[in-house]
C-alpha cells in the first residue's frame, strides 16, 4: 500500500529562476520525501510593481527549462491564467482541489515565514497545507506561535536581483543560472 502523496509548492516571481531556487527545492524535497515540487510561477505579484518584471511567458519558460532535467520538478502555470494580483491562499485552495488527499507544502525561506503573519488569510494557508522554511545560520526563527517546519538547505548568496544587475553591467552569471536559463537570457536580451 502507498502513502499519500506529498506535493511541494514553490511559488515565486522566478525573474529570473537561479541554482539557489533549485538547490532550495531540492532539499524540501528530500527532507519531506516529496513526490513531487510545483514552481507556482507568479504573473502579478502583489508586492512587485506593475511592469517592473520580465513577462510571465518568458519567466515560465527559464523556469520550464531549468527544471526539465529533474523527474520530480514541475513548472506550473496556475497563477499566471489568473487575470488579478496572485495571492499564496488562492494558489493552495486551487492545488487542494486539483490534489485532493494529498498533503501539501509550502516551500519558503525563512524571511517569509518570518512575516508570514503578513500574508493575506495566512491561517486558511495553515490550514490547508505545511509551511516548511529554509533555515541558515543567522535567519533568525520563525514566529513561535505559528507551525513552521524549519529545514536546511544549502546556503547560497544569489538572488534574482542580483542576477539582473550583473547582466545589465555586462558581468558574467554563468553557474549562478542553469546552463538552458543562461542560453535563454543570452538569446532574448533579457535584464540588458
Excluded at 505579484?45 to 523556469?63: L, N, Q, S
Aim: with cysteine; charged share 25%; hydrophobic share 40%.
Amino acid at each position: 500500500m502507498q502513502g499519500i502523496k506529498r506535493t511541494g509548492i514553490m511559488g515565486g516571481t522566478f525573474d529570473p529562476v537561479h541554482v539557489a531556487h533549485l538547490a532550495l527545492a531540492e532539499a524540501a524535497r528530500e527532507r519531506f520525501g516529496l513526490d513531487r515540487v510545483l514552481f507556482v510561477v507568479s504573473a502579478f505579484p502583489p508586492h512587485k510593481p506593475a511592469g517592473g518584471i520580465t513577462p510571465a511567458e518568458a519567466r515560465y519558460e527559464m523556469v520550464r527549462l531549468a527544471v526539465e532535467s529533474n523527474p520530480y520538478f514541475q513548472p506550473c502555470d496556475l497563477e499566471m491564467k489568473r487575470n488579478t494580483p496572485s495571492y499564496t491562499v488562492d494558489t493552495v485552495r486551487e492545488l487542494g482541489e486539483l490534489f485532493p488527499g494529498e498533503e501539501l507544502y509550502l516551500i519558503l525561506g525563512m524571511d517569509e515565514a518570518q512575516n508570514f503573519r503578513k500574508w493575506r488569510e495566512y491561517e486558511t494557508i495553515l490550514k490547508k497545507c505545511r509551511v516548511a522554511a529554509a533555515w541558515r545560520p543567522g535567519s533568525g526563527e520563525p514566529d513561535p506561535e505559528l507551525p513552521v517546519i524549519c529545514f536546511h538547505a544549502p546556503e547560497m548568496n544569489i538572488s534574482s536581483s542580483d542576477i539582473r544587475k550583473r547582466i545589465a553591467a555586462g558581468r558574467s552569471v554563468r553557474y549562478l543560472v542553469p546552463e538552458a536559463v543562461y542560453d535563454y537570457i543570452t538569446e532574448k536580451g533579457l535584464y540588458l
